[in-house]
């Protein structure tokens, strides 16, 4: 069985159609049927069964996905490793990172990994939480820094790093009471609510749900500095992250509504089947040994 065999195989079998698969590979439709008619030859049983959908795998030949798999998953850590050691030591490491509050983590990471592989050229990204964990699932990225915003990535493998709060702040003189106040009465405020999909939009829908309102007037940002203004500037109630909202209040910009609303989890992720990759593996160590506390 051939590398090149088993990727029409597993193509196929995700697509379930031998057009798409052609398609994906860059190949002919006879060339994609020869490679699966060459494995079933070696096997000695069907791996596909055509039906009305197009191509469905038989009992046996979902066995054999599995297998196939794996085999696929290590020729390229095996390409992998040849390029490193093709390149010596050195390499690139796309990292991403989100705005805030990674920085004093990754200032450390990047710090120690320069001393420890000082021949591995680091790309920085910035982006926002979201931005960074999508990139990192479809391998734009090879390793980033995201806050939780309640998303599920089951092909990552995600290591906390650390959390921080997410405050409730409102602009000065607007809440009589900051330590006891009533929902009811902010419900009916305006506020300032980032994207849904951000750690910060995150705690807002859970804030939401728990006290059972939805607010009346809703301006959407998703950008904590402009969230900050909005706030001192008297436009609305808004979320700030805990050494943003600490800051602002302590220069009498905003007031802060009751405790933390939320801990929220900082992650430095990677895809899960490339763990094992040399330069993936070395940034994760460096984090495990150096960073992490």
């Not at 196929?12 to 439709?29: H, P, V, W």
Request: proline share 5%; glycine share 6%.
């Amino acid at each position: 069985m051939e590398i090149y065999q088993l990727k029409t195989f597993v193509t196929i079998a995700r697509e379930g159609s031998i057009t798409r698969a052609a398609d994906i590979l860059c190949l002919s439709q006879p060339a994609v049927s020869a490679h699966i008619k060459a494995l079933e030859d070696e096997a000695g049983f069907l791996l596909f069964e055509r039906n009305a959908r197009g191509m469905s795998l038989t009992q046996q030949g979902a066995t054999l996905l599995l297998t196939a798999e794996r085999l696929l998953h290590l020729h390229r850590e095996l390409l992998a490793q040849a390029r490193q050691l093709r390149e010596g030591a050195g390499g690139q490491l796309r990292l991403g990172s989100n705005r805030a509050p990674s920085a004093l983590i990754l200032g450390r990471l990047l710090s120690r990994f320069a001393e420890q592989h000082p021949d591995v050229e680091v790309h920085l990204h910035y982006g926002s939480s979201i931005e960074i964990e999508q990139a990192i699932s479809r391998a734009e990225l090879d390793a980033g820094f995201f806050a939780d915003s309640g998303s599920t990535s089951p092909e990552l493998f995600k290591l906390p790093v650390d959390s921080f709060g997410v405050y409730l702040a409102a602009p000065p003189a607007w809440v009589a009471n900051p330590k006891s106040f009533d929902w009811s009465v902010l419900a009916a405020m305006p506020w300032i609510c980032p994207a849904p999909n951000s750690c910060c939009g995150n705690v807002a829908e859970q804030l939401f749900q728990r006290h059972k309102f939805r607010p009346q007037k809703q301006i959407n940002v998703d950008h904590e500095k402009v969230t900050r203004s909005l706030i001192a500037g008297g436009v609305g109630l808004g979320f700030l992250h805990a050494d943003t909202a600490l800051e602002a209040q302590e220069k009498g910009e905003v007031v802060l509504l009751g405790d933390v609303q939320q801990q929220v989890p900082l992650y430095f992720a990677v895809l899960a089947q490339r763990q094992e990759e040399p330069l993936i593996a070395a940034v994760l160590t460096t984090l495990r040994e150096n960073v992490i506390q």
